[in-house]
């Protein structure tokens, strides 16, 4: 049983939530509708305090304001953690059945907001219907699968019993979290991130990112409504190179939640290593970072269902996915083939206003992204042949073609770095050998997949391409919650397995109690 003598809870199996098929008529109104709703709240401020405000604005329509926010000062980091430990506390000794029921309520009210949430998701981040609906669906399954995560480690396993004595572990929660997300999933990680922390008793300070406050601040409203205390959470929007090291090295906190580029995280992870004056514990950091995604494309195959895999796992939400496929790796006797029919493929992606419904790529995050995508643009056409895209999209929009490039060394910047937009590096191998090597000569290692009819050469792939998630004859991309615990190898990060069963222990500690019977 729990910390303080509570009930246990029972739910449900967990099951994955559907997606929304947008082709039905009533479902293509319903969206519709929850933009012209949306639409109306566009520009409206977030937070009471005074000061900086962070803009947040439309990446398909940069002149459109999506949401002001407050942005937080250094001293209002600091009072942060500080309130966040004083609520801790009283939050921790809250029965844990009553953490995880506000939690299973937190997911039906997402449920019910759905589409809402798709439309913010579609005006603040960029994405497609499809892309911004996988999105909803995965938070509202991160709640529900942490939640009954929590009701299994209400009742840990029993230990062996020493004779003469009663022994038991109880699972506690470890205190102030600080909790960084990523722009590209705001509302999936952002959720997952946060109520495993939450569920498991500790209390957060949430730094989201500066592109995607407001569906901060919309998920944060829906957490209090679902009964989470008010104390519990800080919703604190400012630029992370403002108030990030604060709220690291601040002595109060007691672990960090990071997904976002391996440079922070690595920051991030020296930073929170340093004692800090009055310091009582060795920080936690849970950092999720980047990728160099390949897929291995092999002789005996099939063909047309590789060229889909990697024109959707490379150009899906214009390639801004830790796990989109950015290398493609193809055995010598396919190559030909394999370039001709990926690049008839990548000609007729629609590319245009998520907003609309029909466009498979939608814009990049922000001017600045953009001008870093054209930068790689640019090296690409010194390091390989462009077969595919190659340049911006003259709209008002943050818009990069899908970009495609063939015959790229291995060594090439574009095979080794990691670019964040629509660019893929497509390269020859000799033999599938030399193919999984190239795939493992990344300092990443994240996602990858292989597509193959060869039984012996996928048996190759399970023992010896390093990555956290590997997939065969399927995309690099859309990993569910439950069935694909999620997190990467080496620069990758520390392999946290989001929506599995190890993760939510990272947001516990274990207490064993032994009392020597009379
Ligand atoms: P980012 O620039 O590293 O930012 C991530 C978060 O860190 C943002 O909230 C950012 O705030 C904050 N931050 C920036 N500087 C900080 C500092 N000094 N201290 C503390 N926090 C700081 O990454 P991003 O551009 O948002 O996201 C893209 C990256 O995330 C890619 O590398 C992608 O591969 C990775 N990613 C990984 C996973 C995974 O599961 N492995 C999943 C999704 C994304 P500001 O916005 O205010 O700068």
Known sequence: MADNGDKGVTLPAFRNEGYLDFA??????????????????LGRHYGERSGERLVSTNPARPDEIVGTHAAATRQEACEAVDAAYAAFAAYSRTPAGERVEALIRAAELLRARRLTFNAWLTFEAGKTWAEADAETCEAIDFCEYYAREMARFMSPPPLVQLQGERGEARYIALGVGVIIPPWNFPLAILAGMTVAALVAGNTVVIKPSSETPTIAALFVELLLEAGFPEEAIRLLPGPGSVIGDVLVS???????????????????????ATRQPGQRWIKRVVAEMGGKDAIVIDSECDLTAAVEGVAASAFGYSGQKCSACSRAIVHRDVYPAFLEALRARVERIPVGDPADFGNYMGPVISAGAKRGILEYIEIGKREGILISGGSGVSTPGHYVA??????????????????FGPVLAVTRAENFEQALAMANDSPYGLTGAVYSNNGDHLELARREFFVGNLYLNRKCTGAMVGAHPFGGFNMSGTDSKAGGPDYLLLFLQAKSIAEKLA
């Open 402 to 419: 899908p970009t495609v490039f063939a015959n790229v060394p291995a060594g090439a910047r574009i095979f080794q770095e990691e670019i």
């Open 250 to 272: 601040h002595p109060l906190t007691r672990f960090v939640s990071f997904t976002g580029s391996r440079d922070v995280g690595l920051r991030i992870n020296e930073l929170a």
């Open 24 to 41: 039905t008529p009533a479902n293509q109104a319903g969206m519709l509708s929850a933009l012209a709703s949306a639409r109306m709240q």
